[in-house]
């Protein structure tokens, strides 16, 4: 029964919805040892990993719902918010151009 080898896709759930998505739609956050927050674009970062989906609405969301401190388990501070909005905004431009209006 184990042996059938069925291809799931992995899901993760997302810190700002809490829905869950394929794991390749999504946006890796991680915290490092040293206890470094950045958002992982390659997956395969060390360190504790939380996903969100790959909008800026999910990632207000988990700012409301302190997603992230409860993944993390932790308190993050408004900086690191603040440099994870960046990275992940970085990150949505490189994916598709959408927003070409009021950007500069
Ligand atoms: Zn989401």
Not at 26 to 47: N, Q
Not at 76 to 100: C, G, K, S
Request: proline share 4%.
């Amino acid at each position: 029964m184990i042996a059938m080898k069925t291809k799931k896709i992995p899901q993760r759930m997302c810190l700002g919805c809490r829905q869950s998505h394929p794991k390749k739609d999504m946006l890796r956050i991680v915290r490092s040892k040293e206890g470094e927050y950045s958002v992982d674009v390659t997956g395969k970062k060390p360190g504790r990993g939380a996903y969100i989906c790959k909008n800026m609405d999910c990632f207000a969301e988990a700012r409301k719902n302190h997603g992230l401190e409860r993944s993390f388990e932790g308190r993050i501070a408004p900086e690191i918010y603040a440099q994870l909005e960046a990275e992940l905004r970085t990150q949505l431009d490189a994916n598709e151009n959408v927003d070409t209006e009021g950007g500069k």
